[in-house]
């Protein structure tokens, strides 16, 4: 197992270099002039835009622009912002507010999810499980900054139990809101997936065997059905978790978090490509750290699976 | 609880030849038929059907249902209430909400049934060659899933749409989520291949000489598909949905296309005044998946060997 | 239930770029203690007046400088730091007097060489300053201008004394000391420069002013935070003890909430979703004033038909009269707009601006004297493109505006006009700079001084397709020699009246259409006092109050 982590390590190199390298050409390709933009409807002298230019490698071929980049990751250093901050300091103050409300809507994704998914995978055609698919229905079909704006409103102004935005009291209290909000849609998901995996799973010969045994009938849910039905839900969950660190844009507009999502938004917007690469980098690099748990909990949960022998 | 248990013994005086034998030809349309067998007999399967029939006959026949021409927006007719000339009112353009409704089916559904269509098909293949065969092959596929995962979806969204800049076709933007709707899938499938393809039940075929395509198409996808089922039918929701987003970034269909997601993005402006023009594209949308989620509930079941008993 | 239904907040509209600058004026009066929470967002670079030109800095900025000038309600010049501005040589040259005993934060007096340093660093190519191009009218621009230029100094400034300097133009310029109290012409402390004359590369995160309030603290996205300056001895010290800008990265949406809440004081732009509802809201103040923006939409001259000939002209009248714009400022922004009368909004506070400018029937929605001029230019040359389209830059949130005008000329005109968006404003200004537009294209304008010269020269002059904003390819010789004639009049009367003369002009030939004269709508939260308007429609942050 332990070679099997060193080489699955080792393999976020040619990832990480296959990414950026993706990712640079996309922003290079993006239309519009990123320098201009900055002047908006004051456009000053050829000669101070090609300053500009110069300072970011902005008027250097597209190889070239991603070996300054490349560079400057092996010494860490990724540059500055056109704002001219640091990206290594933007990505310090975003990346553990983006990280608690992503962990905390993974949370929920367990809690919710899979504790819901298990009740109405048991309790075969009740009325329980029909609400729970109506309800997962209405969160899949309001979008999120919908759902999120009423939630503010009903809670936040009108009862005013929790708070209406994050800003910068980034705590469990004013995350709580907006980790349910970001949560919501993966819960729908991971509902499903559960409910529908220990539904297979009861109709198992092992489960037959079990009651067979004597067994009651909590032991052979949570021992027996649950440890075989985890294994989609966790791949769903571990996935879930890059996709809730750098695509919670309309969650993080609408409660006000300044989150890797944010940055990345207007990054692309503004055609920032090392604040892009940068940022980029960093979720892929979690992505694949939490893709290695996931994998190695696989062998966890059913020993059968082995690794490294193929 | 043991009074439940069924016995699948073979009486007494069969033959032990007959008992030995494999049908293989016949196990395999036995397969499809049976499933045919259990999936008429569930009542789920024939609400969806006949909902998602009536969806069809909107997407493809809207003048059946409304003559009124969506398009047709005089400002002075904003955000009317229901009335009989407007049976479901109008939306702040002065549009006919029900009109819309009714043509937005067609593009909302087609990108929701093509985008799910596409990327289960792709993630599937792909995440089954890489559960089954392992190893490298394993290795290239998960980190290419890696790679596709991290790209972030309003850049690439950017970029290819771009590409595609004059033109409204739905295409375009069934293009543009296909390339990430596969990822999911694939990792999914990935996994319950990994688990499937350790189970006794494949160890014997593969010890009676089945060969590795026919282990992967006959004995472990239809055992490890059921997760990938579960979520591509809340997809084809989700994708109607993510629609709206695109329309919202500006990277959507046109304004001459009515669909759903464009309509839901748009009443966003009069949310606080006029619910009900969102209430109803969203409507729609929230019962179109419902009913592919019954049937997918459907299909899964009557696939799956396991619930076969 | 209804007044869940008027209150409730909704939607992201993730992007829209709130117009909010801040403020002048205001009268002496003791301050209380508290800090007042106001709107902000995150500035596009670091607070340095010569290199902030849009709002979200230019906000905080206006607090922290005062400048030689201000303006009073009417629009008209005062001097703030200047003692006095006298021209000469028909208005060619300026000569500047600077009040005495006035000082930066830090103690340091400001002199003449607050004024030179500055603004020669931010006019000099090698320092790359986003209000370069405001320097173009001083002599000795061209020089510092120029690749590879050597020359750092503007010639045309001089140093006569610590109190004294002299500013020459290269032609003359009756309005140029209302440009004066711009961003760009702030003065900065001399200790901040080197023996080269560069700025210290950290002075914009912790910048040293001379304005009402003094700089405490910047958390990136997050925070800017000021108090009030104790050394300050100008015209408009501040009511309160400071301000804290809080950020909002994703739009005025979250930021209207948090009024409601009680958790932010003062919101200066209402979010378009809260339109209907904001005036009748009962937890939130609301304030509505008239304001210098406008929106318009322009058709580029390359567009086939739309040149400025006879054919041209017809289907550009004819465009404009068949959006019905009572009826779309009624309903898409509830009547919180009014119905333009010429190419400046008609508000007292802009030096010049006309409640009637001649000919501005055209400007009047009017579906049958449209179609037929419509069919008259078709009589010239036939309409021969299936439709004509309205780009707009979805990061902008002006899409419900433009569905409502191309619904409204497809109504009129029996033509196929639907919108089309363009994903973000980089991409826009782009394809407008290279006339690469093949339809028309949004525009909306704020003046950077209140004269209507301001809504002229950067759009419609031949000088201003190179280094304005002068996108719709409209280059007559007639109109740019009315507005030299008004920039070298005698008297801002006599100026305003060539400026008239060059809107009547401008009416027959179209280059923009002006759809409406928006209006600022703000809310403050309930036992806020005191939220009022300037000229450029950013709150007068000193008169705040609460408590």
């Given amino acids: 197992m332990a070679r099997y982590i060193g080489l699955r390590i080792l393999q976020t190199i040619p990832v990480i270099i296959g990414t950026t390298f993706l990712i640079y050409a996309l922003v290079f390709a993006m239309p519009g002039d990123p320098v201009r933009a900055m002047f908006g409807n004051h456009p000053p002298s050829e000669a101070a835009m090609a300053v500009i230019r110069h300072e970011f490698h902005l008027d250097e071929p597209f190889i070239m622009q991603y070996l300054h980049f490349l560079y400057g990751a092996l010494t860490f250093d990724f540059g500055k912002t056109f704002q001219g901050r640091a990206v290594s300091d933007v990505i310090a103050t975003s990346l553990p507010i983006t990280a608690q409300l992503a962990f905390l809507a993974i949370f929920f994704e367990i809690l919710i999810g899979v504790g819901l998914g298990i009740i109405v995978g048991v309790k075969k055609g009740k009325i329980f499980d029909n609400f729970i698919l109506m309800s997962t229905l209405v969160i899949i079909s309001i979008p999120t900054f919908v759902l999120g704006f009423v939630c503010q409103f009903l809670f936040g102004v009108k009862m005013r139990i929790l708070p209406t935005t994050v800003g910068n009291y980034v705590d469990l209290y004013h995350m709580l809101m907006p980790a349910l909000i970001l949560a919501g849609v993966s819960v729908s998901y991971v509902i499903r997936l559960t409910r529908s995996q220990v539904r297979d799973n009861m109709n198992a010969d092992y489960v037959r065997t079990a009651r067979a045994k004597g067994l009651d009938n909590k032991t052979v849910i949570l021992k027996h059905v649950l440890r075989n039905s985890l294994l989609p839900v966790i791949t769903y969950i571990g996935a879930d978790l890059g996709a809730l660190m750098g695509g919670a844009v309309v969650t993080e507009a609408v409660f006000n978090i300044n989150g890797i999502g944010h940055q990345l938004y207007s990054a692309i917007a503004k055609g920032e490509g090392t604040l892009v690469v940068s940022l980029v980098t960093v979720l892929v690099m979690i992505y694949i750290i939490a893709n290695l748990i996931v994998d190695v909990l696989y062998a966890v949960l059913d020993p059968r699976i082995r690794y490294g022998k193929s | 609880m043991a009074s439940n248990i069924e016995h699948f013994v073979a009486d007494y005086d069969t033959d032990l030849s007959q008992v030995d034998e494999f049908h293989t030809e016949k196990e395999v349309t036995g397969l499809f038929r049976e499933a045919l067998a259990i999936i008429i007999k569930n009542p789920l399967f024939w609400i969806s059907s006949v909902i998602i029939l009536i969806l069809g006959s909107m997407a493809l026949f809207p003048g059946l249902w409304t003559s009124t021409d969506p398009l047709y927006c005089p400002i002075g007719d904003s955000n009317l209430p229901a009335s009989s000339a407007h049976i479901l009112g109008t939306t702040l353009q002065g549009c006919d909400v029900y009109a819309r409704v009714i043509d937005g089916a067609k593009p909302s559904l087609a990108i929701g049934i093509m985008t799910t269509i596409i990327g289960t098909a792709i993630g599937v293949l792909i995440g089954t060659l890489a559960g089954f065969f392992g190893g490298v092959l394993d290795s290239i596929l998960s980190r290419l899933i890696d790679i596709f995962y991290a790209i972030p979806f309003i850049l690439a969204a950017v970029a290819v749409l771009q590409l595609f800049e004059s033109s409204d076709s739905i295409w375009k933007v069934i293009f543009t989520l296909s390339i990430f709707a596969w990822v999911g899938p694939a990792r999914l499938m990935r996994s319950a291949v990994l688990s499937v393809k350790q189970q006794e039940f494949i160890t014997a075929s593969v010890s009676l000489g089945a060969t590795n395509k026919r282990n992967m198409f006959f004995h472990i996808l239809p055992n490890a598909i059921s997760p990938v089922i579960s979520t591509a039918t809340i997809n084809i929701g989700a994708f109607i949905v993510a629609e709206s987003t695109l329309s919202f970034l500006g990277l959507g269909l046109g304004s001459n296309t009515v669909s759903w997601g464009q309509d839901i993005a748009n009443a966003r402006d009069i949310l606080v005044t006029t619910p009900s023009v969102l209430l109803w594209p969203s409507l729609f949308l929230a019962v179109t998946t419902l009913s592919f989620i019954f049937l997918g509930d459907a299909i899964r079941e009557a696939l799956d060997p396991k619930g076969r008993r | 239930m209804k007044k869940l239904v008027t209150t409730l907040s909704s939607v992201a509209l993730l992007f829209v770029g709130a117009i909010t600058l801040s403020g002048c004026g205001g009268s002496n009066s003791s301050s209380s203690d508290s800090i007042i929470s106001v709107y902000g967002c995150e500035p596009q670079q670091t607070l340095v007046p010569g290199n902030t030109n849009e709002t979200c800095g230019g906000n905080i900025i206006n607090e922290l400088y005062d400048a030689l000038i201000t303006y009073d309600t009417d629009g008209k010049v005062q001097n703030e730091i200047a ?275 001649k000919g501005n029937d055209v400007l009047k929605f009017n579906s049958n004297e449209a179609k037929q001029k419509w069919e008259q230019a078709d009589a010239i040359s036939k309409f021969d493109n299936p439709h004509l389209d309205i780009y707009f830059n979805a990061d902008g949130g002006a899409k419900s505006l433009l569905e409502a005008v191309a619904n409204s000329i497809k109504t009129s005109l029996g033509i196929e006009s639907s919108v089309k968006a363009i994903p973000d404003f980089k991409t826009l200004l782009n394809k407008e700079a290279e006339h690469q537009m093949d339809g028309a294209f949004r525009m909306g304008w704020q003046p950077d001084y209140p004269s209507v010269e301001n809504y002229l020269q950067p759009l419609y002059t031949t000088n201003a397709a190179k280094t304005g904003s002068n996108y719709s390819g409209f280059a007559n010789k007639d109109f740019d020699d009315l507005l030299l004639k008004g920039a070298a009049a005698s008297s801002i009367d006599e100026a305003n009246d060539y400026f008239t003369q060059a809107q009547e002009f401008l009416m027959k030939y179209l280059p923009c259409f002006p759809i409406y004269d928006r209006k600022q709508n703000g809310v403050s939260a309930i036992g806020v006092k005191g939220l009022t308007f300037d000229w450029k429609s950013m709150p007068v942050y000193t008169d705040i109050t609460k408590g």
């Avoid at chain 3, 023996?195 to 003094?214: Q, R, S, T, V």
């Avoid at chain 3, 809080?246 to 209402?270: N, R």
């Fill in chain 3, 83 to 357: 003692e006095s501005i006298t021209p000469s040589d028909e208005n060619k040259v300026y000569d500047v007097k600077i009040k005495s005993g006035l000082t930066f934060d830090n103690g340091e007096a400001i002199t003449s060489d607050s004024f030179i340093k500055s603004w020669n660093y931010t006019a000099a190519d090698e320092n790359a300053q986003s209000n370069q191009s405001f320097f173009e009218l001083i002599k000795g621009y061209d020089e510092v201008s120029k690749e590879n230029s050597k020359v750092n100094e503007l010639s045309g400034l001089q140093k006569i004394s610590d109190t004294e300097f002299k500013i020459e133009l290269t032609e003359s310029s009756i309005t140029f000391p209302m440009r004066l109290g711009y961003s760009a012409f702030y003065p900065l402390p001399v200790s901040a420069f080197d023996a080269n004359g560069k700025l210290d590369p950290n002075f914009g995160e912790h910048p040293i002013g001379n304005g009402p309030y003094k700089f405490e603290a910047w958390n990136h996205d997050q925070d800017v935070k000021l108090v009030k300056s104790d050394t300050y001895k100008g015209d408009r010290p501040s009511k309160n003890a400071g301000l804290d800008y809080k950020i909002y990265t994703g739009g005025t949406e979250a930021a209207y909430a948090d009024v409601q809440s009680g958790a932010l004081d003062v919101l200066d732009t209402v979010p378009q979703t809260q339109n209907k509802t904001f005036q009748n809201d009962p937890q939130v103040q609301p304030v509505i004033e008239p304001s210098p923006v406008y929106q318009g939409l322009e058709i580029p001259d390359n567009l086939p038909h739309f040149g400025y000939d006879e054919e041209g002209q017809l289907r550009r009248a004819a465009i404009s009269m068949a959006i019905d714009r009572p009826t779309i400022i009624a309903n898409i922004v509830d009547g919180l707009a009014d119905v333009p009368a010429g190419f400046s909004p008609n508000n007292p506070r802009i030096s010049g601006a006309k409640a009637e400018v």
